[in-house]
C-alpha cells in the first residue's frame, strides 16, 4: 500500500514537472515572436547611453529624460548589432523604441525596462524582427534542452503508470 502511495505520488510530481516544462517552452516560444500587436511605441529624450564595457556581457543602458527606468538592450541584441551606433546617441537627441505591451505598466517602477526595438531620425538601430530573430537565436540551445527533460518527465510517468498497474495486477495473482 505504501509503496503504491509513493508511486503515485511520483507520478503526480513527474506530472506537475512536465506541464510546468511545457509551459516554459511555450512561454519561450511566444516571447520570440513579438509584433506591433502586443509591444507598445514610445519616444524619449536622450540624457545619457551607457554601453557595457570590456570584460562584461555586451548590452547598453539609454538613459532617458522622461523615463526613471533605463532603456535595457539585452545581451542577445547586444552581441548581434553595432554598438557604435548607440555609443554615437548624442544627449538630448530623440530615441524611438517599443516595448512588450505587458511592461507598460513597469514603466516608473522598476530599474530597468527591456526595449525589443529601437530607432533614432537617423538610424534604425534594431528592429522587432531583428530582436526575433536574435531571441530565437540565443533560446533555441534552451528550448532543446527543455524538450529534452520534459520528454524525459513524459518517459518517467510512462514508466511509474506501468510500475503501478503491475503493482495492481500482482496483488490479485
Known amino acids: 500500500m505504501i509503496y503504491k502511495k509513493n508511486i503515485i505520488i511520483v507520478i503526480i ?9 511545457v509551459g516554459v517552452l511555450v512561454y519561450t516560444s511566444l516571447a ?24 562584461q556581457p555586451p548590452h547598453a543602458e539609454i538613459i532617458t529624460e522622461e523615463y526613471t527606468n533605463s532603456l535595457y538592450v539585452t545581451e542577445s541584441v547586444a552581441e548581434n548589432i553595432d554598438l557604435n551606433i548607440l555609443k554615437k546617441i548624442n544627449p538630448r537627441q530623440k530615441v524611438f523604441f517599443r516595448i512588450k505591451t505587458s511592461k ?20 534604425d538601430i534594431f528592429s522587432l524582427a531583428q530582436y526575433n530573430q536574435f531571441f530565437n537565436q540565443a533560446a533555441f540551445p ?7 527533460v520534459a520528454v524525459l518527465f513524459l518517459i518517467l510517468q510512462i514508466r511509474m503508470l506501468l510500475r503501478l498497474k503491475n503493482t495492481n495486477k500482482s496483488r490479485f495473482c
Open 13 to 21: 510530481f513527474l506530472t506537475i514537472l512536465f506541464v510546468g516544462m
Open 32 to 55: 520570440g515572436k513579438l509584433t506591433e500587436g502586443n509591444t507598445t511605441a514610445y519616444t524619449a529624450t536622450v540624457r545619457k547611453v551607457q554601453v557595457a564595457g570590456a570584460g
Open 104 to 123: 507598460c505598466s513597469l514603466l516608473n517602477k522598476v530599474e530597468f525596462i527591456d526595449i525589443v526595438a529601437l530607432k533614432t531620425n537617423d538610424a
Open 142 to 148: 534552451a528550448k532543446i534542452a527543455g524538450a529534452a
